[in-house]
C-alpha cells in the first residue's frame, strides 16, 4: 500500500496527540487533580496508531486498562477523552468510567476495561456479530503480554479459530506484566517463550512478531491481517514488541527493571524514529514538524480549557444507565 | 393454547423469536445437532442451520464473553451455560462485562443477551451440577434475572427476555423441563419483565415462590387448604426487577409471609425478599417471618440426602402449619 504524504504525516500527528495527551495526564496526575489511577501509554504510541489506521468506520477495536491511546488512535475527541480522565460529567462516560472504561462506542471501541483479558471474548463476540448480521466489519482486539497467559485469550482465540471469525488479535508485548518480564533467559518470567506469536500455531492461525515502535511495520502487518479477516480468512496474532516508557500505573516505582532498560528503549522512540523516515523522504521539514508540535499542544491546552469548564456529574447520575435507557 | 413441556415452550419461544429477527442466534455447548444437554434446543439448529445455532467448544468463558461482544454490536445471542455451577468460570463475564458495560460507558453501550441457565437439584447430579445460584447475580446491579414456573411463562418470560435491551440471567429448573401446561400460541405472547404473578388467591398466609417451588407451594396450598387455611402464592417470575409492591399487599393482606427457596438459606435471594419485607412492611406481619431453604451445604448426592436436602411440599406445609 502507497500512503500519501498527508497520511503519513497524519500517522505521525496522531502519535504526537499521545504523547503529548500522556504526558498532560502524567503531569496533573502527579498533581493530585486526577482520582483512581492511571496507565500510560507513553512509548507505545506506535501500536494502537499503526494498528487502528488499518480500520474502516465500521470496523471494531476492544481496547485494555492502557487505553487512552487505542481511543485517540481511533479518532477519539481529545476534550471528551480529558474530561473523562478528570471525572467530569462532559466525559466520553459522564465521568462514570474514567481512565480505564474510557471508550467512544460510536468509533466502534467495545469498551476499554479494567480486568485484564476481559477484552478477548468481547472482540470474538464483535465477529459473531459480523457473520450474524452479514457485516464486513473486522474487530481489533488490543490485548498486552501479561493477558495472554490469561484463559480468556486461550478461549476466545480458540473460538475465534473454529469460527473463522475476522478478528485480528493485537498482543502489545511491552515486556512486563505490572513486574513480572514476559520473557527472560534467567529468573522470574510469565511465559517460556520469547514470541507470544508462537502460541498462534496452537489455535491454527496465522502469528506474526513486529517491531512495535515501528509504526509502518505495525501498520503493514494489521493491514495484511484485516485484508484476510475481511475476506473470510479468519483471525491473526499481530505480536507487537514495545515498552512502556513508565510503569504500569502512575506512582509504579518500576524496581523491577534497570533503568539502562529504559534508556535502551527511549533510544528506539517510535515517534523519533517515524520524524526521521518523514524528513529522509522529504516529506515533513523541521518547520512543519514544529507546527505540527504546535497544533497538537494547542488542541492539549483547548482539552485543559475545556475540562476547567465542564462540570462535575450530577448525584443523580449514580444511578442513571444501570440499564440501558435508549439512545440517546 | 397448547400442551407444552417447559422444554418445548422455551424451544418455541426461541423459534418464534428467530423467526421474527434475524439478528437472534443460540450458542452453547451440545446446542447444535445433539439438540441441548437438556434436549431444550432440540431441532432448532436443522431449522436455523450451524450459523444461527452454534456449537461451542467446552468454552464457558467465551461463551459468555463473546455474547456479550455479539450483544454490544447489533447481534442478540442467546447463549446457554449447561449448568448453573458452571457460571464460576465465566463469572467476570457475567459479573465485570455483561453487568456494567452500560454503566461504565455512561450509557453507551448496552448488552442484550441472554443467558439460560438450567439449575437446581433432584436428579442425583451432586453438588457441582444441582445448585442454585440467582442470589449471585440478583447481588449484581445491570443484570436481569429471570425464573419461570410453568410452561406458559417460560414462552412469554424467554421472549421478553430475548426482546430486551439488557443483559437477562434466565434460570430454567431441569426438573421443570418435563412439566406439562397450556402454552398461549400466539407470536406476540409475551410476559413482562418485572411483573409477578398471583398462582392462587387466599387470605390466611403469603407463601412466595419461584421455579420448582411454585409447584411445591402450590401442592401445599391445597393440603393446607383441607386443614383451613386458605394460602396465596405468589410467583415474582422475574427476581430483577422484583415486583414487590405485588409481594407487599399480599403481605397487607395475609399479615403472614413465607418465603420457599431451593437455594442454600445463608444470603438466598429468599433472605433479600425477607429483607424487603422487613424494611417496608413490617408493621403488616403479624409474626416473624419464615423461609424454607435448603440447608447451607451443597447438594448431596445420595437420593436419600438429596431428598431430606430439598425442601418439598410438606416442609413448606409444616412452616405453615407453625404459623397459626
Known amino acids: 500500500m502507497k500512503e500519501s504524504n498527508e497520511e503519513l504525516v497524519g500517522l505521525l500527528e496522531k502519535m504526537l496527540v499521545i504523547r503529548e495527551f500522556e504526558t498532560t495526564v502524567q503531569k496533573h496526575f502527579a498533581e493530585g487533580e486526577i482520582p483512581g489511577f492511571v496507565h500510560l501509554y507513553l512509548g507505545e504510541e506506535a501500536v494502537g496508531v499503526g494498528a487502528c489506521s488499518a480500520l474502516k468506520e465500521e470496523d471494531y477495536i476492544t481496547s485494555t486498562h492502557r487505553g487512552h491511546g487505542h481511543l485517540l488512535a481511533r479518532g477519539g475527541d481529545i476534550k471528551k477523552t480529558m474530561a473523562e480522565i478528570f471525572g467530569k460529567a462532559t466525559g466520553y462516560n459522564k465521568g462514570k468510567g474514567g481512565s480505564m472504561h474510557i471508550a467512544d462506542v460510536s468509533l466502534g471501541i467495545l469498551g476499554a476495561n479494567g480486568i485484564v483479558g476481559a477484552g478477548l471474548p468481547i472482540a470474538a463476540g464483535s465477529g459473531i456479530s459480523a457473520q450474524i448480521l452479514g457485516k464486513e466489519s473486522v474487530t481489533i482486539c488490543f490485548f498486552g503480554d501479561g493477558a495472554s497467559n490469561r484463559g480468556t485469550f486461550h478461549e476466545a482465540i480458540n473460538l475465534a479459530s473454529v469460527w473463522n471469525l475476522p478478528v485480528v488479535f493485537v498482543c502489545e508485548n511491552n515486556m512486563y506484566g505490572i513486574s513480572m518480564p514476559q520473557y527472560r533467559a534467567d529468573g522470574r518470567k510469565g511465559q517460556n517463550i520469547k514470541d507470544v506469536s508462537d502460541r498462534a500455531v496452537a489455535y491454527g492461525i496465522s502469528g506474526v512478531t513486529v517491531d512495535g515502535n515501528d509504526v509502518m511495520a505495525v501498520r503493514e502487518a494489521v493491514i495484511e491481517a484485516v485484508k484476510k479477516a475481511r475476506a473470510n480468512g479468519g483471525p491473526s496474532l499481530v505480536e507487537c514488541k514495545t515498552y512502556r516508557w513508565r510503569g504500569h500505573f502512575e506512582g509504579d516505582p518500576t524496581v523491577y527493571r534497570p533503568d539502562e532498560e529504559l534508556e535502551q528503549w527511549k533510544k528506539k522512540d517510535p515517534i523519533d524514529r517515524f520524524v526521521k523516515v518523514l524528513k529522509d523522504q522529504e516529506i515533513l521539514d523541521d518547520e512543519g514538524y514544529k507546527e505540527l508540535r504546535d497544533k497538537v499542544k494547542g488542541q492539549i491546552d483547548e482539552a485543559l480549557q475545556f475540562v476547567q469548564d465542564s462540570p462535575e456529574p450530577d448525584v443523580s447520575e449514580i444511578t442513571t444507565d444501570v440499564y440501558y435507557g435508549g439512545a440517546e | ?324
Open chain 2, 1 to 324: 393454547m397448547k400442551k407444552l413441556s417447559y422444554a418445548e415452550a422455551l424451544r418455541l419461544a426461541m423459534e418464534e423469536e428467530m423467526n421474527r429477527d434475524s439478528s437472534v442466534f443460540v450458542m452453547g455447548e451440545d446446542v447444535g445437532v445433539f439438540g441441548g444437554c437438556f434436549g431444550v434446543t432440540g431441532d432448532l439448529v436443522e431449522k436455523f442451520g450451524e450459523d444461527r445455532v452454534r456449537d461451542t467448544p467446552i468454552t464457558e468463558t467465551a461463551i459468555v464473553g463473546s455474547a456479550v461482544g455479539a450483544a454490544m454490536t447489533g447481534s442478540r445471542p442467546v447463549a446457554e451455560i449447561m449448568f448453573a455451577g458452571f457460571l464460576g468460570v465465566a463469572m467476570d463475564e457475567i459479573f465485570n462485562q455483561a453487568a456494567k458495560m452500560c454503566y461504565m460507558t455512561g450509557g453507551q453501550a448496552h448488552v442484550p443477551m441472554v443467558l439460560r441457565i438450567p439449575d437446581g437439584a433432584g436428579i442425583g447430579a451432586a453438588a457441582q451440577h444441582s445448585e442454585r445460584t440467582e442470589a449471585w447475580v440478583t447481588h449484581v446491579p445491570g443484570l436481569k434475572v429471570v425464573y419461570p414456573s410453568n410452561p406458559a411463562d417460560a414462552k412469554g418470560l424467554l421472549k421478553a427476555a430475548i426482546r430486551d435491551e439488557d443483559p437477562v440471567m434466565f434460570f430454567e429448573h431441569k426438573i421443570l423441563y418435563n412439566h406439562v401446561g397450556d402454552v398461549p400460541e400466539e407470536d406476540d405472547y409475551i410476559v413482562p419483565l418485572g411483573k409477578g404473578e398471583i398462582k392462587r388467591e387466599g387470605s390466611d398466609v403469603t407463601i412466595v415462590a419461584t421455579g420448582i417451588e411454585v409447584s411445591h407451594a402450590l401442592e401445599a396450598a391445597e393440603q393446607l387448604a383441607e386443614e383451613g387455611i386458605d394460602v396465596e402464592v405468589i410467583d415474582p417470575r422475574t427476581l430483577v426487577p422484583l415486583d414487590i409492591d405485588m409481594i407487599m399487599k399480599s403481605v397487607e393482606k395475609t399479615g403472614k409471609l413465607l418465603i420457599a427457596s431451593e437455594e442454600t438459606k445463608r444470603g438466598s435471594f429468599a433472605s433479600e425478599i425477607a429483607a424487603e419485607v422487613a424494611e417496608e412492611g413490617l408493621f403488616y406481619l403479624e409474626q416473624p417471618i419464615k423461609r424454607v431453604c435448603a440447608p447451607d451445604a451443597p447438594v448431596p448426592f445420595s437420593s436419600v440426602l438429596e431428598q431430606a436436602y430439598l425442601p418439598n411440599p410438606k416442609k413448606i406445609a409444616d412452616a405453615v402449619r407453625e404459623m397459626f
